[in-house]
């Protein structure tokens, strides 16, 4: 008898006896049922940094609309006034806590999985700590600001067996899923490089620098914690892992390159002459998120972007070696007159080229152009609007895929904490070629 074919008489016996116990409670004529339905069990979470992201994607989005999957069964955050302003925000009689008493949050709470929306640097010790308690994660990005932290992931989850997800909405782009196609359709070829410009203008570039984010303690600089998206898109896209960084940036614009700065923009003294005064008393939510708050962490929300001590730089370029022998150009100003990106991909039988228009002071047909062009062949452009919703209806689509069950995901845009660690190491990497002058190895940084 063949190995495949031999079944052991006492599981036989088992498996029989189970057979004629189903046929007794459903009688012949009616059978068993072919699919049995399980009973769906909503998946219990917890929050912990009840800021913008927080109290809205992560929290009164999901009350709103995501109900039926999830029940929402601890809050938690290391400023006690906006807790309490998240916790009325988002709608939920979910038990608050203080950052200090997150295990007993856990404890008390027993959540399946803790949705992590820290500030950038904070991510980690949360995603860590919620596997040691047995919960698996959702965390935004970037997962990790430091290569350490990265590495204590990856070892958290093998030691639990728990799990992490990283919440990578921009690979639900509607320009994300069009790249994508058309990689796979195989018009292209092989991808030989990509050249990926990110475009922030005075608007959305400066609010950085009035955040915590200007500072690379908290977020690593803008390569970790905005590029991270950029190199996680990339990596998704051409289906390879990174193996070398080399980078060039300075902090050109913002910081200490002005003449005059104050505390924050409500206190200014140089108001009337400053063009990125923002007057932040015009906006309700951000007075009782932030503003309310600020005397329990002295965060200002409204910070002056000419902070001597921020240091994250507004000026950057990127080149990255993948394992497929890809090279990755990119590179990212703050300071521009309009906002969007360009990304080429250039294959051994043609080019894609893809603007992305999200704000300029000119008139566009549409927000996403794409102009595909094949070597000794033809030129096609054409334009496509994303739809009205959280970054063109990316963030849905995302909470679709992670909360909703039996989604399917032929694009493979579920990404775990390998993605979220290697997209983190890009900018960690390109970070510290910048301070060094060095190429960076990326398996000089972490073990998987
Ligand atoms: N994927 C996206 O499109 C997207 C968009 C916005 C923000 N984000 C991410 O969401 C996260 C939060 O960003 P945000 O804009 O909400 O910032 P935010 O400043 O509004 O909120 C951060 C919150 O973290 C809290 N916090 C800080 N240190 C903490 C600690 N040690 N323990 C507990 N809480 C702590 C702060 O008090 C604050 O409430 C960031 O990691 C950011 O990268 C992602």
């Known amino acids: 008898m063949s190995k495949s074919k031999k079944i052991d008489r006492r599981k036989f016996i ?3 006896s189970k057979f004629m116990a189903a046929a007794t409670i ?43 999957y999830v029940e929402m069964v601890g809050l938690c955050d290391s400023n006690y006034k906006r807790l309490a302003v998240a916790k009325k925000r988002i709608g939920t009689n979910a038990k608050t806590y203080e950052a200090k008493d997150f295990d007993l949050m856990i404890k008390e709470t027993k959540p399946d999985s803790v949705i ?12 860590v700590r919620a596997m040691e308690l047995g919960c698996n994660v959702i965390s935004e990005k970037p997962v990790a600001t ?24 921009v690979r639900y782009m509607m320009e994300s899923d069009a790249i994508k196609k058309i990689i796979l359709s195989g018009d292209l070829g092989r991808i030989v490089s990509i050249d990926f410009q990110e475009y922030l203008d005075v608007n959305h570039g400066a609010s950085y620098y009035r955040r915590w984010h200007g500072k690379i303690k908290n977020s690593g600089s803008l390569l970790v914690h905005k590029a991270s998206h950029h190199f996680d898109m990339v990596n998704w896209l051409i289906d390879a892992e990174p193996l070398e960084i080399k980078a060039t940036g300075r902090l050109a614009f913002y910081g200490k390159n002005n003449a005059y700065r104050d505390r924050n ?58 394992d497929n022998g890809t090279i990755l150009n990119y590179s990212m100003n703050a300071f521009m007159p309009y906002e969007g990106q360009r990304i080429s991909l250039t294959g051994e039988k043609g080019r894609l080229d893809v603007r992305i228009f999200a704000r300029q002071p000119w008139e566009t047909d549409h927000s996403i152009e794409l102009r595909l062009s094949k070597n000794f062949g033809e030129s096609k452009l054409w334009g496509i609007t994303p739809p009205k919703g959280g970054h063109g209806g990316a963030d849905s689509k995302l909470k679709d895929t992670l ?19 290697l997209s983190s190491l890009i900018g960690i990497a390109a970070r510290e070629s910048i301070e060094t002058g060095e190429t960076i190895e990326i398996s000089n940084l972490i073990k998987f």
């Not at 694009?411 to 904490?417: E, F, I, M, T, V």
């Open 403 to 421: 909360l909703k069950p039996n989604q399917s995901d032929p694009l493979k845009k579920r990404a775990g904490s390998r993605a979220g660690i």
């Open 265 to 322: 923009c409500r206190t200014c003294s140089f108001k009337d002459k400053c063009k990125f005064y923002w007057d932040m008393t015009k906006s309700k939510n951000a007075m009782e998120l932030y503003g309310a708050c600020e005397d329990v962490d002295g965060y200002y929300r409204d910070g002056c972007i000419w902070d001597n001590e921020i240091d994250s730089y507004d000026t950057s370029a990127v080149e990255v070696l993948y």
């Open 14 to 16: 088992g498996r029989s």
């Open 146 to 169: 430091e290569a350490d932290q990265c590495q204590r992931i990856i070892d958290a989850e093998k030691r639990t067996g728990q799990k992490v997800d990283v919440t990578f909405n």
């Open 26 to 68: 459903f009688p012949m004529g009616l059978s068993y049922p072919i699919s049995e339905k399980k009973p769906f069990k909503k998946l219990k979470v917890a929050l912990v940094g009840t800021g913008g992201r927080g109290s809205s994607t992560w929290g009164k989005d999901l009350i709103d609309s995501y109900s039926e």
């Open 116 to 127: 992590v929306t820290t500030i950038d640097s904070q991510h980690e010790k949360y995603i």
